[in-house]
């Protein structure tokens, strides 16, 4: 099972939006509306943004919202703001024997 | 409050063995399959493997980079989930993770409490 393909790294000046994508294929992000978005800041644990797609656990801001086209998933982040700068990674199930599988990891850069 | 604690990292020479400790508290944790993610020094989350409960008769799945050296266990009255690291590579040196998934009355989702982390070292 291949990792899923983000962008190495986007910006954005506070205040803006950014989106980053998660590519992967019909046996995992397209098979499955089970797609999760993670934060890390350096040397902490990752931090649950997002889950089944497009919903936040209780905590998250309303800025981060997520969504699905297919075998690409994207995660937006509006109103960008300081603290938002870590790196970000997609996650998707893949069915019972691969499980899940997670992408390559976007920087977020807060300019 | 939900907590899960790693220990048992180390220094291990290559083709050695090591056996990680998850230590959960504050949730049900015999109904929970449990989860081992790892990151490479500077590098991105990969998924290790999986321990379903006893409901789901223990199932375990592991990513292709581990099987057959990898063994997942636990122990519903220690509240404990295992990583038995087997014929151990250079390339298993990470901070591995353990984490919950979760399922509420409507949806189940991975990671939504995770451990603090603890560091292998697999070098001669």
């Known amino acids: 099972q291949s990792a899923l393909t983000q962008p190495r790294s986007v910006s954005g000046s506070p205040g803006q939006s950014v989106t980053i994508s998660c590519t992967g294929t019909?046996?995992?992000?397209?098979?499955?509306?089970?797609v999760s978005w993670y934060q890390q800041h350096p040397g902490k644990a990752p931090k649950l943004m997002i889950y089944?797609?497009?919903k936040r656990p209780s905590g998250v801001p309303d800025r981060f919202s997520g969504s699905k086209s297919g075998n690409t998933a994207s995660l937006t982040i509006s109103g960008l703001q300081a603290e938002d700068e870590a790196d970000y990674y997609c996650c998707s199930y893949a069915g019972s024997y691969t499980s899940y599988v997670f992408g390559t990891g976007t920087k977020v850069t807060v300019l | 409050e939900v907590q899960l604690v790693e220990s048992g990292g180390g220094l291990v020479q290559p083709g050695g063995s090591l056996k990680l400790s998850c230590a959960a508290s504050g949730f049900t944790f015999s109904g929970s399959a449990m989860h081992w993610v790892r990151q490479a020094s500077g590098k991105g989350l990969e998924w290790v493997g999986r321990?379903?409960?006893?409901?789901?008769?223990?199932?375990?799945a592991y990513a292709a980079s581990v099987k057959g050296r990898f063994t997942i266990s636990r122990d519903d009255s220690k509240n404990t989930a295992y990583l038995q690291m087997n014929s151990l590579k250079t390339e298993d040196t990470a901070v591995y993770y353990c984490?919950?998934?979760?399922?509420?009355?409507?949806?189940?989702?991975?990671?939504?409490?995770w451990g603090q982390g603890t560091l292998v070292t697999v070098s001669s």
């Open positions: 089944d797609v497009s």
């Open positions: 984490t919950r998934r979760y399922c509420s009355s409507t949806s189940c989702y991975l990671g939504d409490y």
């Open positions: 321990i379903r409960s006893k409901a789901n008769s223990y199932a375990t």
């Open positions: 019909s046996s995992d992000v397209g098979g499955y509306n089970y």
